[in-house]
């Protein structure tokens, strides 16, 4: 497995981790009012879900690039 392989791998499981701590704070009482009230979630489901998305997109793309090079 390569170093890239390995990086890939982390910031894929620090991306889900993201993932699920933002779906999380979104089944949140106050998260769900405000997000009722104002159509949009509180700002930190909304970081965490963006990092969380950032990062599994990173780590897709550097398992697929660790793979590419072989």
């Known amino acids: 497995m390569t170093q890239t ?3 890939g791998l982390v910031v ?3 991306g889900a981790v993201l993932l699920f701590f ?4 979104s089944q949140a009482p106050m998260d769900q009012m405000s997000e009722a009230l104002t159509g949009r979630f509180a700002g930190n489901t909304m970081w965490y879900l963006l990092g969380g998305v950032v990062a599994v997109v990173a780590g897709v793309g550097l398992l697929w690039r660790g793979n590419a090079r072989g």
Request: cysteine-free.
């Open 12 to 14: 894929l499981a620090l």
């Open 5 to 7: 392989n390995i990086i």
């Open 22 to 25: 933002a779906w999380r704070a």
